[in-house]
């Protein structure tokens, strides 16, 4: 595949075959090695990393753990900083209940504000790799519902100017 013809290349997906390091510090480090490693692979084949797919509502934040305890994605922030390439970061945006309340929503669709805001990559691309509802919206609402939900969540999105994409999964 040419490598101009990807925009981002994404390594595993949320917590598939790696350590569960969003409430672990030990794992959290290895997994900023273990990305840092896998895309200056990709970065060599001529691709853009995208590292994270990060769980709705992870990882850590500062002093959740315990009193001092970092933000368990900073490893990884901090490994992307240090690369003289580009990289991006992807979390997967999901709602629980379709709530327009961006407190409410604080907690899964917009948690990556949270990390935002105790680790800096201003001006590191951020790829929502899939997002919607979490677990199918056909169930629990309407169309009309869940396009006006979009609507809404599409507004705050644009809130964000690291934000590139969302895929709705």
Do not use: C
């Amino acid at each position: 595949i040419d490598p101009k013809m990807i925009d981002w290349l994404e390594g595993p997906n949320e917590l598939d075959n790696t350590p569960d390091w969003y409430k672990d510090l030990t794992a959290a480090q290895w997994m900023a090695s273990f990305w840092s490693e896998l895309a200056d692979l990709m970065h060599a084949g001529g691709f853009k990393p995208l590292v994270g797919s990060i769980v709705p509502g992870q990882t850590a934040l500062a002093d959740e753990l315990y009193p001092g305890s970092p933000n368990l994605f900073e490893p990884i922030a901090n490994i992307m900083k240090a690369k003289n390439y580009k990289w991006g970061w992807s979390y997967h945006p999901y709602t629980l209940a379709y709530s327009k309340d961006s407190d409410k929503e604080s907690a899964y669709a917009l948690y990556y504000r949270k990390i935002l805001d105790e680790v800096d990559l201003d001006g590191v691309p951020l790829v929502h790799t899939e997002g919607g509802f979490w677990g199918g919206w056909k169930d629990k609402a309407t169309a009309e519902e869940y396009l006006d939900w979009l609507k809404w969540f599409d507004s705050q999105l644009m809130r964000d100017k690291d934000v590139v994409v969302m895929t709705i999964f």
